[in-house]
């Protein structure tokens, strides 16, 4: 990891897959890096991984709520958001893709990504084979993609169904390095998901 990271402001929102896991990598090796980190989570994530473990691992509280200080002038979905110079989404699940192409808002990680310029937006998407493979996961993924959004994968391999297929979650670090291209200073060239022929 380089300089590209000190000091940048990088949200994370985990959704629920058994992925999750892998995030807490991501998460510890760019707080490392000198990011400052911070995670949301989707109802589901939790189910995976807890908040207890991010909020160790970023050194910054964990939001898994909308409605966490509501009554604030400057409410947390939009402050985030705002704030957040990249925001990874991972694993982003095929549900949450499918929000994001639809422009749904219905939980905080789905408002914080509604909130968001789409260009700030990195995507590591994770399901099973045939949830990537269906055309709605693929016209979704292309309109997320055609709205602005980067992906890093989704990789071939070994899921937890037991059976080898595309719709695997990236590794962290070729998640790190995707990350670390985009907030480089030089501009880079835009990825588009593995779309199935």
Request: charged residues 15%; proline residues 6%; neutral net charge.
């Amino acid at each position: 990891m380089t300089q590209h990271l000190q000091n940048k402001q990088i949200l994370v929102c985990v959704c629920g897959g058994i992925s999750a896991y892998k995030v807490c990598d991501v998460v510890s090796k760019l707080a490392q890096s000198g990011a400052q980190v911070t995670v949301a989570m989707t109802k589901e994530a939790q189910n995976f991984v807890g908040p207890t473990t991010f909020r160790a691992l970023s050194n910054n509280p964990v939001y898994t709520d909308l409605w966490e200080a509501v009554d604030l002038k400057d409410p947390n979905h939009i402050r985030l958001a705002r704030n957040a110079d990249l925001v990874l989404v991972a694993p982003c699940t095929g549900n949450t893709l499918a929000k994001m192409a639809g422009g749904l808002a219905d939980d905080l990680v789905s408002t914080l990504l509604l909130a968001t310029d789409p260009k700030k937006i990195l995507v590591a998407a994770a399901m099973n084979e045939g949830m990537w493979n269906h055309p709605a996961t693929q016209r979704n993924a292309k309109r997320v993609f055609e709205d602005g959004a980067q992906f890093v994968g989704p990789a071939a391999g070994w899921q937890a169904c037991r059976t080898q297929g595309m719709g695997r979650m990236s590794e962290p670090a070729d998640i790190l390095s995707a990350i670390e291209a985009r907030l480089a200073p030089q501009t880079t060239q835009a990825n588009p998901p593995h779309f199935t022929p």
